[in-house]
């Protein structure tokens, strides 16, 4: 009966440990931590004129959640969020260089939260298109 018990505390501590991952907003989340759903794209304008892109975007496919800003390594990053066909969406935009801006777009299905990695490259090329 021990080894019942010791065995189901165990599988219910590596389901509940392994079912998170990690935001663009730098918090943790339920969902699969496995599946790939960010896109990454570097731009050669300014911080600016790509977050302005990118809000729009997001204001344009669906709701603007929230705005804020995170530490990243050495830079600081301005991350959006919103939620686009009932997925939620992270958009962080960082300068890398001077005139080199990094975007990176994160999407998940709501539910069991998996990543919808064909969401993340439709808004990176929306906001690609906007800068144009």
């Known amino acids: 009966m021990k ?17 998170c991952f990690k935001s663009k907003e730098g918090r943790y989340r339920p969902g699969m931590p496995f599946s790939k759903d960010t896109i990454e794209s570097r731009y050669e304008r300014p911080a600016d004129q790509v977050y302005q892109a990118a809000k729009a975007t997001l204001e344009y496919n669906g709701a603007l959640t929230s705005e804020g800003s995170t530490a ?16 939620s969406l992270w958009v962080q935009v960082d300068e890398v260089e001077p005139r080199i801006t990094r975007v990176q777009v994160q999407a998940r299905k709501g539910g069991v939260g998996r990543g919808d ?15 144009r």
Do not use: F, H, P, Y
């Not at 080894?3 to 079912?19: D, F, H, Q």
């Not at 990243?72 to 997925?87: H, I, M, Q, Y």
């Not at 990695?117 to 800068?131: C, G, H």
């Open 117 to 131: 990695i064909d969401l993340a490259a439709e808004i990176d090329k929306q906001i690609a298109l906007r800068l």
């Open 72 to 87: 990243s390594g050495d830079t600081a990053a301005r991350t959006l969020s919103g939620k686009v066909n009932n997925r």
């Open 3 to 19: 080894k019942l018990v010791v065995a189901a505390a165990l599988v219910v501590a590596v389901l509940s440990g392994a079912g």
